[in-house]
């Protein structure tokens, strides 16, 4: 983001539709997960693999895009799932382009909802964190089941040679496997960056603290309701 401007108002010629664009990778991105996906398949990692050509296939999200205005100033922009309605008095924080605002962050002060650009939810430690706790679930779920496979074959067919050199490619395809996982980790942790401080941007525009620790994926669910829809914790938040 530039400069964040806050527009406060109430909703008025309220229009959204559902649609799908690509909010995330560039081709860059996909060649990378690409190859990736080579790499795991050559090792014989066809989960990841599959998993990492997904990605790489499938890069088009689904998301409101939003239009209205607000005190006479023309808004639009895109939210993950938008929970507003004509008349509702809100906070919006935007960038100015020309004569228009491109809507960042959509909040109703009255229930202390806010809705986001798609992927915004984090500031930088929360991201950091987040990231670093599914690479360590996804490489020791990995590794207890590579692990539990190759004590079988050893407990079942005895400490042979043939065994051991078993074992050995085992313990060599954890390894690669760390490493492929660990690069797109990395690299997809790093690409996230840019929504990490357009969301601390919107943070520290409408006045929070420790816009570097906020999580409102974290903040949603722990405060949810049982009356609450589905979209609500994922799409858009409390705060």
Do not use: C
Request: glycine residues 8%.
């Amino acid at each position: 983001m530039t400069e964040a401007i806050v527009l406060r108002g109430k909703i008025q010629s309220y229009s959204v539709r559902r649609e799908a664009a690509n909010f995330f990778f560039t081709q860059t991105d996909q060649r990378a997960l690409g190859m990736v996906a080579i790499g795991a398949a050559m090792v014989g990692a066809s989960g990841p693999a599959m998993g990492t050509a997904i990605s790489a296939s499938e890069m088009e999200e689904e998301a409101d895009h939003v239009e209205f205005s607000l005190d006479g100033k023309p808004v639009s922009g895109w939210v993950w799932r938008s929970p507003f309605a004509e008349g509702d008095e809100v906070e919006v924080v935007a960038e100015r382009e020309g004569d228009r605002y491109a809507a960042v962050a959509i909040t109703r002060p009255a229930d202390r909802m806010i809705a986001m650009y798609p992927h915004l939810s984090r500031g930088r430690w929360s991201h950091f964190l987040n990231s670093l706790k599914w690479w360590l679930w996804g490489m020791t779920i990995f590794s207890v089941v590579n692990t539990l496979f190759m004590g079988t074959i050893w407990a079942l067919d005895g400490a042979d040679l043939f065994s051991k050199k078993v074992g050995y490619f085992f313990v060599v395809v954890n390894l690669i496997v760390f490493a492929l996982m660990l690069l797109p980790t990395i690299h997809l942790t790093w690409r996230y960056m840019h929504f990490v401080k357009a969301a601390e941007t919107v943070f520290r525009a409408l006045g929070w603290e420790n816009a570097g620790r906020i999580d409102l994926n974290k903040t949603s669910k722990a405060g949810r309701q049982g009356n609450e829809p589905p979209e609500y914790g994922t799409y858009y938040f409390r705060y």
